[in-house]
Nanobody, 123 residues
């Protein structure tokens, strides 16, 4: 079993930056591919970014590429999402997720999920 706890969400203005963290405990974190997803009320959860277990590959949604950066520190059992140039449309609950195996973008492929952290971008 893997437990994931997100933090770092909050209310920011357009153009601001925010860094989300996801702390993992339980099974071997360093063996998991990690992903960030987001969801707004009434819509399906959507892929944001993902990273392989050893950080040799990352992948981003077209909506965040160039503004967001995913990274991980296996020594700290933590994955991060650095969000720059935030827009109102980035407002959502952000979730981190873990899976064994290769990097993928589909929500159903991830076995473990955190509880989410709210990010609100508003002037």
């Amino acid at each position: 079993q893997v437990q994931l706890v997100e933090s770092g969400g909050g209310l920011v203005q357009p153009g601001d930056s925010l860094r989300l963290s996801c702390a993992a405990s339980g099974r071997t974190f360093s063996r998991f591919a990690m992903g960030w997803f987001r969801q707004v009320p009434g819509k399906e959860r959507e892929f944001v970014a993902a990273i392989t277990w050893n950080s040799d590959s990352t992948y981003y949604s077209e909506f965040v590429e160039g503004r967001f950066t995913i990274s991980r520190d296996n020594a700290k059992n933590t994955v991060y999402l650095q969000m720059n140039s935030l827009k109102p449309e980035d407002t959502a609950v952000y979730y981190c997720a873990a899976r064994w195996g290769v990097l993928v973008t589909t929500t159903g492929a991830y076995a473990y999920w955190g509880q989410g952290t709210q990010v609100t971008v508003s002037s």
